[in-house]
C-alpha cells in the first residue's frame, strides 16, 4: 500500500514498502534503482534525497487486468475487370473486438470485459495479415481473444461467391440474380453489401466494424463505416470495409487498405493488415518483457504497447 501522503514517515515505512538490506541508506532508494519503481515521480534518480520524497509513494506491480482491442487483417477483393458479368464486391473489414471502457466493440456491441493478467505468465500476440487479392484477411489475437479476418469481396466469377468474415465481403454485381452479402461475425462486425440485379451490376460494399456495406445494383455500393478507438493515444478509425465495383465505376474506399488499419479492400487491393493493442494504468509496472518490437508510449495516464507485428508481453 501506499506510504503517508503527511505526517511521519521513517526509513522503516519506506523499507516495508520497497524492500532493501540493513542498516537501511536513503542511497538504496533513488527512482529505477531497483527497488524505487518508475512511478515515483517525487523521488529522484540520482542526488540529494531526503524522506520526504516518500511522501505518497508506493511499489508499483503487474497489472491484474488490461484493456484490448484486437483488429483482423480486412478481406481482398478480385481482379477481375469491370465488365458485364465480371463485377466485383468490397472486401470486409477485420474482426474488431474491443474491451475500452465507453467504447464499442464490433457489430455497434458493448465493450467487452478487460482481460485478466496472471503474473509471469506470457501471452502470444498474433497480428493478421490483409487479405491478397481473392482472399480473405487472416485473424488476430491477443492470448485467447480472437478477431476473424474480413471476408473476401465477391468474384464475378459466376455463382452466389459471398464470403463471411470478421466483417462479410460485398455481393459482386449481376445484371440477372440478386444476392446478399457475405455474412458478418457477431461482436465483430457487419454483413457486406447485398446486390440488386441490375444491368448496371454494382457490387456491394464490403461491412465495416461500424455499419454494413452499402448494396449495389444501378451503381455499386460503398463499404461499411469503420470503428474509431482512442486506445492508442488518439482516436483512429479501423475495420472500414471496401467499395465495391460495377460497370458505372468504383465506389469507395478503393485500392488496398493501409497496414495495421485491417480495412477490407476496394477493387483489384488487397485488404489492411490488423493490429493488437493493450493498455493499463501506468501505476502499474511496465511489461517484464515483449517479443514483436511493439511501440511503447506513456501517455494519458496510461502504458500502451502496440503490435503492428506478431509478438507476446509478458507481465
Known amino acids: 500500500m501506499a506510504l503517508p501522503a503527511s505526517g511521519a514517515l521513517t526509513f522503516a515505512n519506506i523499507q516495508t514498502e520497497f524492500g532493501g538490506s540493513n542498516p537501511i541508506g536513503l542511497n538504496e532508494y533513488y527512482r ?25 509513494a508506493s511499489l508499483a506491480t503487474a497489472p491484474s487486468s488490461v484493456e484490448y482491442l484486437v483488429v483482423a487483417g480486412g478481406g481482398g477483393t478480385t481482379s477481375t475487370a ?8 468490397g472486401g470486409g473489414g477485420g474482426g474488431y473486438r474491443s474491451s475500452v471502457s465507453g467504447q464499442l466493440s464490433g457489430r455497434n456491441s458493448t465493450a467487452e470485459s478487460v482481460f485478466t493478467i496472471v503474473t509471469g505468465t506470457t501471452y ?46 460485398g455481393a459482386r454485381g449481376d445484371n440477372n440474380d440478386s444476392r446478399s452479402g457475405g455474412a458478418g461475425t457477431a461482436a465483430q462486425g457487419f454483413d457486406g453489401g447485398s446486390q440488386t440485379a441490375d444491368a448496371g451490376e454494382g457490387g456491394g460494399g464490403g461491412g465495416g466494424a461500424g455499419a454494413a456495406g452499402t448494396g449495389g445494383g444501378a451503381n455499386p455500393g460503398a463499404g461499411g463505416a469503420g470503428l474509431s478507438s482512442p486506445i492508442s493515444g488518439s482516436s483512429v478509425t479501423r475495420s472500414q470495409g471496401g467499395g465495391g465495383r460495377g460497370s458505372s465505376g468504383s465506389a469507395s474506399p478503393t485500392g488496398s487498405g493501409d497496414a495495421n488499419s485491417g480495412r477490407g479492400a476496394g477493387p483489384g487491393g488487397s485488404g ?31 502504458k500502451i504497447y502496440v503490435f503492428n507485428a506478431s509478438g507476446s508481453i509478458t507481465f
Open 32 to 56: 529505477g534503482g531497483g527497488l524505487v519503481t518508475a512511478n515515483n515521480t517525487s523521488v529522484p534518480t540520482s542526488g540529494a534525497i531526503s524522506v520526504s520524497n516518500f511522501y505518497g
Open 272 to 302: 489492411g493488415s490488423g493490429v493488437v493493442i493493450i493498455r493499463y494504468a501506468n501505476t502499474f509496472n511496465d511489461a517484464a518483457s515483449t517479443t514483436g518490437s511493439p511501440t511503447f508510449t506513456n501517455t494519458g495516464g496510461f
Open 82 to 89: 469491370a465488365s458485364p458479368g465480371s463485377s466485383t464486391g
Open 124 to 169: 502470444t500476440v498474433t497480428v493478421g495479415g490483409g487479405g491478397g487479392v481473392g482472399v480473405n484477411g487472416s485473424n488476430s489475437a491477443f492470448s485467447s481473444i480472437t478477431s476473424t479476418g474480413g471476408g473476401r469481396g465477391g468474384d464475378g466469377s459466376g455463382g452466389a461467391n459471398v464470403y463471411s468474415g470478421g466483417c462479410g465481403g
